[in-house]
């Protein structure tokens, strides 16, 4: 414990330092950090190749090259924008992350008291936490607790500038459960293309031409509360700015059949990627599982 906190007290002011810089400086930053960590460091290059080769079996080597690199651009770029996430003001991130159909957010918003929103590690999801500040219910988001307990705290603070609750994954089926019984307006928000473990899976879904092990749970929720389903699509228009949309997955969750709506997000999804892979989190190890003919003759990791 006392680890941690020296930890915390000798990185948190680099990090409130590194912050509050512009983002001309910071991209700068970057760029240097893109230098390491794509020709030095060789930073889980076999594991987004091996991911690319998978989903793009069509494309040449000097192909999937150039989207590696410019992956590793991006994901540079995500990573100073998580940081300057700490001191951002709440107009500033509105006018970097614009939501382009407000009307029918706010039509959406009115016929339903509560919603959950299906999103992924595509462009810059950090940044989501804003959309709260454009909604009248309150916001819930799961994420994964940092080990160390003083650094979790100060995500946790921060986010909460945004309207945002945050509540650990692990948590957030009871925590969705005691504010149904309070009644609460709630926007519940969710990354769901995590894959989990296939002793766990309940549905595998289509995902670039092989069956995937996917993650249920969102579904289960609407179905289980009968809440409407959104999902997110998010475009970067050029660094450091970004659009969303909001798209209606159901509004009647119990009239679709099981796991229609997870497989209709998965296919949004890949659509998305197609049109410009190089946005996706490829540093995962997103085919650790998977199956089907198909699978048989793709690279493996």
Excluded: C
């Amino acid at each position: 414990m006392i680890i941690q906190l020296l930890v915390y007290i000798l990185i948190y002011p680099v990090i409130v330092l590194i912050s509050i810089l512009p983002f001309r400086i910071l991209y700068m930053v970057s760029d240097l950090l893109y230098l390491l960590l794509y020709y030095v460091f060789d930073y889980r290059k076999k594991v987004v190749m091996g991911n690319l080769l998978i989903a793009f079996p069509e494309k040449s080597k000097e192909e999937l090259t150039v989207i590696m690199k410019k992956f590793y651009s991006h994901f540079l770029d995500i990573f100073m924008e998580m940081i300057k996430t700490f001191s951002i003001s709440n107009e500033e991130i509105l006018e970097r992350f614009k939501l382009t159909n407000p009307e029918e957010l706010d039509a959406f918003m009115g016929r339903h008291k509560n919603v959950l929103l299906m999103s992924s590690h595509y462009a810059n999801f950090e940044w989501l936490f804003s959309l709260n500040l454009r909604v009248d219910h309150h916001g819930f988001a799961a994420y994964k607790k940092v080990k160390n307990k003083y650094f979790n705290n100060y995500i946790v603070r921060s986010r909460s500038r945004f309207n945002t609750t945050l509540v650990p994954t692990k948590e957030m089926i009871a925590a969705l459960g005691e504010n149904d019984k309070k009644n609460m307006s709630s926007i519940y928000g969710m990354l769901v293309d995590q894959a989990p473990k296939p002793g766990k899976t309940y549905h595998w879904s289509n995902f670039f031409g092989v069956e995937v092990p996917v993650i249920t749970g969102t579904e289960m929720l609407s179905k289980k509360y009968d809440y409407a389903v959104m999902y997110i699509e998010t475009t970067k228009v050029k660094r450091g700015f970004y659009e969303t949309k909001m798209e209606v997955l159901s509004e009647n969750p119990r009239d679709v059949p099981d796991f229609g709506i997870t497989d209709l997000f998965m296919k949004k999804l890949e659509a998305k990627i197609r049109k410009e892979p190089e946005y996706y989190f490829w540093t995962h190890k997103r085919f650790k599982y998977m199956r089907s003919a198909e699978a048989k003759n793709k690279p493996s990791q």
